[in-house]
């Protein structure tokens, strides 16, 4: 039998991707910046098997929703195109962290899925082709092969050949801690590919998050590269803010907070006024990432848990590269 496992992180974009230039090759029309995380992760393992009529997947424990099954394999289908196999696969995966609620759960599943897939029938793609195939599973996941602080370009080749992911610098670079803040753990309602393309179609600032992009893009790696924490949260929160500003000037009006998103965002605003050094991002979700320097995680926690809506509190740190699991290469 053709199996192997493979283990990939989340990443949390400190500089947004939001908008495609090409939505069948899932190329993204602005680069972006982000963390690898450590403590969270997707398990995924691929077995391809002879006699079998189908691809199956089992999500967290159980046979996974229609819409799911299709889009993994439609993925798996340009590995077989890859690998020239033509077996069918059983796939199961599962996450240490809630699913599909702006944790960015496709970008550590499509991470662990390209490794291990491609690896399975023994094909050892560079991190290039990886990340390449990676990005058509979800954007994001392209950031997801590497470790640390990443980078992704949107590239300008047709075949997307070029709009891959690669290593800026290290985990251990620079010792910060995300505070992820869950405030609800059920399921998004729109997903980002839906989202996207609404924000493309009918946001009137869509051309100017274009136009804005490349000077964040430059900032961001120079605060990473000096270790500038003041610099790097400014930026990461005016990404944001910017992408929620897209969508929220969509028409219809997509709305990713709850109450508790505010009340977290205000309280930060007003941490920082007493001086401690704490910034956040959201992504296509309600839940919201903290960056601080460790010294400072207790603090901020502290005050932000008594919150009304907050769940809980996950705590982590600059993770590790996808790689596979359970055997010596
Ligand atoms: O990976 P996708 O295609 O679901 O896009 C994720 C987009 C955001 O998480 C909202 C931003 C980002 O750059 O991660």
């Keep these: 039998m ?6 990939a992180h989340p990443n949390i974009a400190l500089v947004k991707y939001w908008g495609k230039r090409d939505e069948r090759l899932n190329l993204p029309a602005v680069g972006s910046i982000s963390i690898t995380l450590a403590d969270l992760w997707t398990e995924t393992t691929v077995a391809y098997e002879e006699g079998r009529t189908a691809d199956t997947l089992i999500l967290n424990g159980a046979p996974a929703r229609a819409e799911q099954t299709r889009r993994v394999s439609g993925f798996l289908d340009l590995v077989r195109d890859l690998t020239g196999t033509s077996r069918f696969a059983h796939v199961e995966s599962r996450n240490n962290f809630p699913t599909g609620a702006g944790l960015a759960s496709s970008a550590s599943a499509f991470a662990s899925l390209a490794l291990a897939a491609t690896r399975a029938p023994g094909l050892k793609l560079t991190s290039d082709r990886l990340s390449e195939l990676a990005r ?11 470790g640390g602080f990443v980078e992704m370009k949107m590239g300008t080749q047709p075949d997307g050949s070029d709009a891959v992911a690669m290593p800026l610098a290290e985990a251990d670079f620079w010792d910060l801690t995300w505070l992820i803040i869950i405030t609800t753990e059920q399921e998004k309602s729109t997903g980002s590919t839906d989202g996207m393309r609404q924000s493309e179609q009918t946001s009137p600032y869509y051309q100017q998050w274009i136009d804005t992009s490349p000077g ?21 929160e005016h990404s944001c803010l910017k992408m929620h500003a897209l969508t929220l000037s969509s028409r219809p009006p997509l709305l990713y907070w709850n109450e508790t998103t505010v009340a977290i965002m205000h309280a930060i605003q007003h941490l920082r006024r007493e001086g401690v050094p704490v910034y956040y991002t959201i992504d296509a979700g309600p839940q919201v990432k903290a960056l601080c320097p460790p010294e400072y ?15 809980r509190i996950i705590r982590t740190k ?3 590269p996808a790689r596979i699991v359970g055997d010596t290469e």
């Design 297 to 311: 995680a207790d603090q901020i926690t502290a005050k932000l848990e008594p919150l009304t809506g907050v769940k």
């Design 2 to 7: 053709l199996k192997k496992t493979a283990i």
């Design 216 to 236: 964040d893009l430059d900032d961001m790696r120079t605060a990473i590269l000096q270790r500038d924490f003041t610099r790097m949260g400014e930026i990461m």
């Design 318 to 320: 600059p993770g590790p």
């Design 136 to 146: 058509r599973g979800s954007g994001s996941a392209a950031r997801s092969i590497f």
